[in-house]
């Protein structure tokens, strides 16, 4: 009979370590799930953060310009670029609304920013250009095309191309989907401040004369009130 007893304690004892292994196990499996792909991304950046900090106070440490040696890892052609690019955004940046004509000529120059072209396949087009048999003019033709040329409609583009401009197109949906200028308070209801003092001030108001006002507010609404 004792014996029994400990045997049935010890599997009692198993069981109850098995639910709490597995109740951890899905308590950590529930904390993995939660961290998504932004909080991967912020966690990314939050370490390139550190690192860079680490680094400079490193340098600091040995008398070291970090910017300077920093700068040395680029390319004259990579200094060019990002100069260029910094001066386009800034020029960008500093815009006035005028009219939706310019809002779209300003979208079609970053979307031409996006484009990938394709060298290797035009460098083979030029390639198969060159030359003076039928096939190599015809091919001539083809790529140079002037305002005399009949062909048209009969470029047929690659399943990539086709895939690229799907995901485009997906991306500038989804994103005009995700935009809201939600305004804050705006789910309150009828927005009945100037400013975010007034709106204080009303709900001070609000909250000790709501009680007495509620049937001449409501004939106001109606109409009725006279």
């Given at each position: 009979m004792e014996e029994r007893q400990a045997k049935m304690q010890q599997l009692r004892a198993k069981m109850r370590s098995t639910l709490q292994a597995n109740r951890k196990d899905l308590v950590e499996e529930s904390a993995k799930a939660k961290v998504?792909?932004?909080d991967l991304a912020r966690q990314e950046k939050q370490r390139k953060l550190a690192e860079t900090l680490r680094q400079r106070l490193d340098a600091e440490e040995r008398g070291e310009d970090v910017d300077r040696k920093?700068?040395?890892e680029y390319t004259i052609e990579e200094n060019d670029?990002?100069?260029k690019r910094q001066?386009?955004?800034k020029r960008r940046s500093n815009f006035e609304f005028n009219d939706y004509e310019d809002a779209a000529r300003r979208r079609y120059k970053k979307d031409v920013d996006l484009l990938k072209p394709d060298l290797e396949a035009y460098q083979k087009q030029k390639e198969a250009a060159a030359g003076s048999s039928s096939q190599a003019v015809a091919a001539h033709e083809d790529l140079y095309r002037d305002a005399?040329?009949?062909v048209y409609a009969d470029h047929?583009?690659?399943e990539e191309a086709i895939?690229?401009?799907?995901?485009?197109?997906n991306a500038d949906i989804d994103?005009?989907?995700?935009?809201?200028?939600?305004?804050?308070?705006?789910?309150?209801?009828?927005v009945t401040y100037i400013n975010e003092a007034n709106r204080v001030f009303n709900k001070k108001i609000e909250r000790y004369y709501n009680k007495y006002t509620a049937e001449i507010r409501a004939n106001f609404e109606r109409g009725t009130a006279l």
């Open positions: 998504t792909a932004r920093k700068n040395w670029e990002w100069e001066a386009r955004k005399n040329s009949l047929k583009p690659s895939d690229r401009v799907a995901s485009k197109l994103r005009r989907r995700n935009f809201s200028k939600t305004r804050v308070n705006e789910k309150e209801g009828d």
